[in-house]
């Protein structure tokens, strides 16, 4: 037997829609001022250049000893996120703008910050290794690694380096040469690394940088691609359904992106290429139940040509509601799953989709239908499905 919510509904959701319009209205002004005036968006490396490093050290370390070691060089307004391993893994935005003559002067003015970064956070431990000749197998890469083992063990060096490096990925950092034997390392293998390796406090898992110059390329192409979405939209649905139909969907979707650029203001979360993936897919899940409520209200407009658009509307909304409160709701739970219990790397990307399933609810019921019937009062010639 079939789920069903409610049997009956009869709720007025037009009667609210200028309370709902001026409740949208002042979010996005508060938005709007907040993002020119206030604390502005937070635009992460994607979008404002500079350098994202990941790291993981072998004892836990706080997120204030990591910044002050960073002030010592001048970054102490770099940002510090904790990501996966508790204590141990760290996520490090350095957002200093360089002023340079090409964008190629300020990829490699970042690439040295970024060096002079890695540094300080390693500190003075393994100098006095490095000084012997031993390196250290928790930074060594693939090419350095297979170089080091080609002498003693010329045919298998390239599996041995696979099997290390992949080992390391899995666990993050080696805290002990003993640890080589979990990847079926031969106990010479082990010997001669351990003659030869030292295991510094921490490896670098990750290092991105982005000049200023292509973060604002960035900008501008995610700009773009949120609008020609929003225009294809709106050609699509003014073509299916009517103009006045399509202009709505429009409002609607732009409302369901300022609104979470506004609260993104206020939380004062990064910006980057995931979240504008994130915002596209609430657009895209806005507009499919807005499409939905559409294609319900044409078909009670022609089979009920008598009553009031108004009626005919709120009669839609109330017949899909379940549909809409059922479909929010298994999205809801799984990205608000993400959001509790995804980690912080994706925790971002989680609250965005978490609020545009909750603005994508509000704006389908109370924005798309009202801006609609807003239209025919100010274009009383519209007659909407009826002929």
Same mark, same amino acid.
Not at 123 to 128: H, I, L, R
């Given at each position: 037997m079939?789920? %069903?919510?409610?049997?009956?509904?009869?709720?007025?959701?037009?009667? $609210?829609? $200028?309370h709902a319009l001026a409740l949208t209205f002042l979010i996005i002004l508060a938005g709007l001022i907040n993002i020119l005036f206030g604390n502005g968006l937070k635009l992460g490396v994607d979008f404002g250049g500079g350098t994202h490093i990941r790291v993981v050290y072998k004892t836990p370390m706080s997120i204030n000893d990591i910044r002050q070691t960073l002030r010592d060089i001048g970054q102490g307004n770099s940002s510090i996120q904790e990501a996966g391993k508790a204590g141990k893994e760290f996520q490090i935005r350095t957002m200093q703008v360089i002023k340079a003559?090409?964008?190629?002067?300020?990829?490699?003015?970042?690439?040295?910050?970024?060096?002079? %970064?890695?540094?300080?956070?390693?500190?003075?431990?393994?100098?006095?290794?490095?000084?012997?000749?031993?390196?250290?197998?928790?930074?060594?890469d693939a090419k350095g690694l297979t170089t080091l083992l080609t002498a003693p063990f010329a045919a298998e060096a390239p599996a041995?380096?696979?099997?290390?490096?992949?080992?390391?990925?899995?666990?993050?950092?080696?805290?002990?040469?003993?640890?080589?034997?979990?990847?079926?390392?031969?106990?010479?293998?082990?010997?001669f690394l351990k003659d030869k390796t030292?295991?510094?406090?921490?490896?670098?898992?990750?290092?991105?940088?982005?000049?200023?110059?292509?973060?604002?390329?960035?900008?501008?192409?995610?700009?773009?691609? =949120?609008?020609?979405?929003?225009?294809?939209?709106?050609?699509?649905?003014? %073509?299916?359904?009517?103009?006045?139909?399509? =202009?709505?969907?429009?409002f609607t979707l732009a409302q369901d992106v300022?609104?979470?650029?506004?609260? $993104?203001?206020?939380?004062?979360?990064?910006?980057?290429?995931?979240?504008?993936?994130?915002?596209?897919?609430?657009?895209?899940?806005?507009?499919?139940?807005?499409? =939905?409520?559409?294609?319900? =209200?044409?078909?009670?407009?022609?089979?009920?040509?008598?009553?009031?658009?108004?009626?005919?509307?709120?009669?839609?909304?109330?017949?899909?509601?379940?549909?809409?409160?059922?479909t929010a709701g298994t999205v809801f739970l799984t990205v608000g799953a993400l959001f509790l219990f995804g980690g912080k790397v994706i925790n971002d990307f989680a609250f965005c989709m978490l609020i545009g399933s909750i603005e994508g609810v509000y704006s389908t019921i109370f924005m798309s239908c009202p801006i609609v019937l807003i239209w025919t009062k100010i274009f009383p010639k519209t007659k909407g499905f009826r002929k």
């Open positions: 079939p789920l %069903v919510l409610f049997k009956t509904p009869n709720i007025k959701f037009l009667k $609210y829609k $200028y003559v090409d964008e190629q002067q300020e990829l490699e003015a970042h690439q040295k910050l970024a060096d002079q %970064v890695i540094a300080a956070l390693k500190g003075n431990e393994g100098v006095a290794e490095l000084g012997r000749g031993l390196i250290d197998l928790n930074n060594i041995l380096t696979e099997s290390i490096l992949r080992l390391r990925n899995d666990k993050g950092i080696f805290a002990d040469h003993s640890e080589l034997s979990e990847a079926g390392l031969k106990p010479e293998v082990i010997t030292f295991l510094g406090k921490l490896t670098v898992v990750s290092r991105e940088t982005v000049g200023p110059q292509a973060g604002a390329e960035l900008r501008r192409k995610a700009t773009l691609a =949120v609008i020609w979405s929003l225009i294809g939209m709106l050609v699509y649905i003014a %073509v299916r359904f009517k103009l006045e139909y399509g =202009v709505a969907a429009i300022l609104i979470t650029l506004s609260i $993104y203001s206020f939380t004062s979360r990064e910006i980057n290429l995931p979240i504008i993936a994130a915002l596209l897919t609430i657009v895209g899940y806005s507009i499919n139940d807005t499409i =939905v409520i559409f294609d319900r =209200v044409r078909e009670n407009e022609k089979a009920k040509r008598k009553e009031p658009l108004e009626i005919i509307m709120n009669l839609s909304l109330n017949q899909c509601l379940g549909r809409t409160i059922i």
